[in-house]
Each structure stands twice: as C-alpha cells, then as structure tokens.
C-alpha cells in the first residue's frame, strides 16, 4: 500500500498515522522506513510528533506473512525507536487500540503516551518464538520495574491500558469517548508550549532513564537474529498463521 502510513502537518504537529486497518496496523519494512523517516526529516517549525493508528487498533506488530530473516528487519525497527527517542521535539503515542508486538515498543518509546480505556498493551514475541525487542527489554523495566517487566515479556499477557496507567506505564488511559479531545488538548499544550525547554528536558530524562537503550537496542538485535533461525519461531509463526496453539520444542 502506497499510504500505508499517512504523514500530515498542521500548525506545528506532525501526526503519523499507520493506515493497514484491515490488518490492525501490521507493519512492514518500508512501513518502518517512512515512520523514520517522518520523524528525522520533520520540517523547520515542527513542535510535536503524533503517532496514531487507522481504525480499532495502533498496530499488532510486525507482519508475519512473510519471511523474517537476517539484521535488515531489526536494523529497520532499531532505526525507528532510535529515532523517536532522539527527537528534539515531544513524541506523543494516541494509542486508539491494541498496541502489539512492535507496535507496542514504539507506543512505549514515545515521550508521552495516551490510550483509550478499551486499548491494551502487550509483548507477545514468546508466544511466536522470539524475544522482545524495540528497545522493549529497556523501556519496559524503566518504566515499571524488573519484575514487572519479566511479567509482561515473559507470559505475554495483555495489559488493558487502564492498568499499564495505574503501574506507570503509560501516561494516561481516558475514556473512549474522551480519548480524540484529550489527545488535542495534551498536543495542544505541548504545541504552544516551551519548546527549547521541552528539548533540554526530553534530553535529560532519556539520559537518566535510558542511558543503556543503544545496548539494549544492539542486543535484541543480535539475540533476535539467533531466535529468527530456531525451530520454536518456525512453528511459532505458523501456528500463529493457522491459528492454533504452537508447539515449541525448545530448539
């Protein structure tokens, strides 16, 4: 799809929408590239990053109808979340719906995140065979904690939006019908607010918060790759396809 991901800008906001509704949002490798791009190459005057999902959901995560080999799909993902958290501009996640997979690290990555009460966050990379990545092994445990965080990666259970508030996880889960004034309203104030302040102040947090992110963002890598290779992400994937529980062999 040519607008698989919809890129606007008005009056300082520049919003992303990802636009595979029939698909809740997977995403796929040239997705994650306009996404990086979008977000690197924000035009002189830009004061927010909105990122949001087309129809019920923010995105399930990378797409599994296809082959998934090699660095180039992480090196693609890596690229993305590098590049939200070096933003000099405020990057606010609208999560209208299910955040999955990598579409939860990158709802996750960004500075404030904002769901509907009904959305729900959730780390199912076991269930397939794989491992959390996105910067999800960092991000998560900043947030919330080890063990919490061991929790969700580990038995990848969902998380509904009003309990990853309650833990801190996310900024704020209001109620469905609040949700699209809500998100104008905290844009709104980030857009007329003060910028070069902002900047220095998302720098310093990031620093505090995740100085270990790059690390963390090379290990996935290379760990994920490994994983990419195994028998259990084979029959993971294709149980997942078929739509039955899989039968890992630990291999």
């Known amino acids: ?31 994650l590239d306009i996404a990086s791009d979008a977000v690197e190459q924000a035009p002189d005057g830009t004061r927010v ?10 995105s399930t995560g990378a797409r599994l109808d296809g082959p998934i080999s090699g660095t180039e799909p992480m090196d693609r993902a890596n690229r993305l979340i590098r590049a939200i958290v070096a933003s000099p501009v405020p990057v606010v996640a609208a999560v209208n719906g299910p955040a999955a997979g990598f579409g939860c690290s990158v709802a996750l990555a960004a500075d404030l995140t904002i769901a509907k009460e009904s959305a729900y966050f959730l780390l199912p990379f076991t269930s397939i065979g794989l491992m959390p990545d996105g910067g999800a092994t960092a991000v998560v445990a900043a947030s919330i904690g080890r063990a919490r965080a061991s ?11 009003t309990d990853a508030a309650a833990a801190g996880l996310v900024h704020r889960a209001v109620p469905d019908d609040d949700f699209a004034a809500e998100v104008d309203r905290l844009v709104g104030r980030l857009a007329h607010g003060a910028g ?43 149980a ?3 739509k039955r529980p899989p039968v890992f062999e630990g291999r």
């Open 240 to 242: 997942f396809l078929q």
């Open 49 to 58: 990053i909105v990122f949001t999902g087309a129809g019920r959901g923010f």
């Open 196 to 238: 070069v302040a902002y900047r220095s102040t998302k720098q310093a947090i990031a620093a505090a918060t995740l100085p270990h992110l790059d690390d963390a963002l090379d290990r996935e890598r290379d760990l994920q790759v490994r994983l990419f290779d195994t028998a259990d992400f084979a029959e993971g994937t294709t």
């Open 1 to 31: 799809m040519d607008d698989a991901v919809l890129v606007a800008d008005a009056d300082g906001v520049r919003t992303i929408t990802w636009n595979d509704p029939d698909r809740l949002n997977g995403l796929t490798g040239v997705m």
């Open 151 to 161: 929790a969700m990666a580990l038995l990848g259970e969902r998380l509904p939006a």
